[in-house]
């Protein structure tokens, strides 16, 4: 990737160690938010219609969505991709890994946007369902494209599954690719929209 050579030399300076803290912490925000007053988690979300009518803050907050409303899974959640979101950056530095996970999340805002445009034109104005775009929208395959590019580095690495079985990472990766091909074909367009959109730095990178 030359064009990638040539941004970091640029623009390398400016990218976020350990970003994937930065992450963590933000869900775990989102979680706390969730838990002390509920309602506040429908402020936060990706919704492209409050984003244009002036609730510009979306477009950052939509990452404090928690991924888990159990705790202790998001306590096992957030210990997990510490451990992958660390061993990527060590394996291809501070900047590749922003330009990962910030092209993930840039893909998924101009998804959110695509779908409700397409949308828009197609019902000729605002429906009911265009309104809970926002719920569609989550940083949950993020997550998935931090472990997709773990198991395509490290194929033959071995995880304890339930803290028990020890399994391949390219086999734990083969069985997620089919959930979210199945999640793909089984959900709406929101939804196929979110999942593509989401994994498209992945499938850029790979």
Request: proline content about 3%.
């Amino acid at each position: 990737m030359n064009w990638l050579n040539k941004l970091e030399r640029k623009i390398g300076r400016y990218a976020v160690p350990n970003l994937i803290i930065w992450l963590i912490g933000a869900y775990t925000i989102g979680y706390v938010f969730g838990t002390v007053s509920p309602g506040i988690l429908s402020y936060l979300t990706l919704s492209p219609y409050h984003i244009l009518h002036g609730q510009i803050w979306r477009l950052v907050t939509w990452v404090f969505m928690p991924t888990e409303s159990n705790l202790i899974f998001l306590l096992i959640m957030a210990l997990f991709y510490y451990q992958l979101g660390m061993a990527l950056e060590r394996t291809w530095g501070t900047f590749r890994f922003n330009v990962y996970i910030f092209g993930g999340m840039l893909f998924t805002v101009i998804g959110a946007f695509l779908l409700y445009g397409i949308m828009y034109l197609l019902n000729g104005g605002v429906t009911t369902e265009m309104l809970l775009i926002g719920t569609s929208f989550s940083t949950s395959y993020i997550n998935m494209s931090i472990f997709l590019a773990f198991a395509c580095m490290y194929p033959d690495m071995q995880v304890l599954l339930m803290f028990i079985i020890p399994i391949k990472m390219k086999w734990m990766a083969a069985v997620y690719g089919v959930l979210i091909a199945l999640s793909f074909f089984e959900t709406g367009w929101a939804g196929r929209m979110a999942i593509f959109m989401s994994l498209l730095n992945f499938i850029i990178f790979f």
